[in-house]
């Protein structure tokens, strides 16, 4: 359903939790970029009504993710911590044609966003499955359902 090129080594979750308290605030950090991502569609397509309303629940539902990624930050002793550089999403996004006044401009945003949001509930169906902690585990198989709704809406506007 992903139509994901490569599958991530389960072998990746022992190293999550090897550094779970740099992996959570990654995590919380792409919940906070793609409420913004969300927002700045917004801004740019103001006219495109269904597309505000959309990007205004999303926004809502991933700033729940970042506090709900937050808590357990917080519950586990840690600090949310700076941001670090992200190469995947920065190699990914160079891929949007930088043309302000391009007509595909807009695919390319929301095809962007769902390359993001499928691999982000592919890699929560990892750690799912794998993570010892019980609760976590628990946590992120309700987070990959969200993803990937999101991955859905987006192919559906970008289609
Ligand atoms: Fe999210
Ligand atoms: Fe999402």
């Known amino acids: 359903m992903l139509r994901l090129k490569l599958a991530t080594d389960p072998r990746w979750a022992e190293l999550v939790e090897g550094n779970i308290q740099d992996v959570l605030t990654d995590h919380a950090y792409c919940e906070q970029k793609a409420a913004s991502s969300a927002i700045s569609l917004i801004i740019r397509y103001p006219d495109l009504t269904e597309l505000v309303q959309e990007m205004t629940a999303l926004a809502r539902e991933e700033m729940e993710h970042f506090q709900r990624v937050h808590n357990i930050i917080i519950q586990k002793g840690f ?27 807009l695919i390319d945003r929301l095809l962007f966003a769902a390359m993001i949001e499928a691999r982000s509930c592919e890699r929560f169906r990892v750690l799912s499955e794998n ?10 198989r309700e987070l990959m359902a969200s993803e990937a709704g999101h991955y859905t809406l987006f192919i559906k506007f970008g289609s």
């Open 79 to 105: 600090t949310l911590g700076k941001e670090r550089k992200d190469h995947y999403v920065n190699q990914l996004a160079t891929f949007i044609r930088k043309d302000g006044h391009n007509p595909h401009l």
């Open 131 to 140: 993570l010892k902690e019980k609760e976590l585990a628990e946590f992120y």
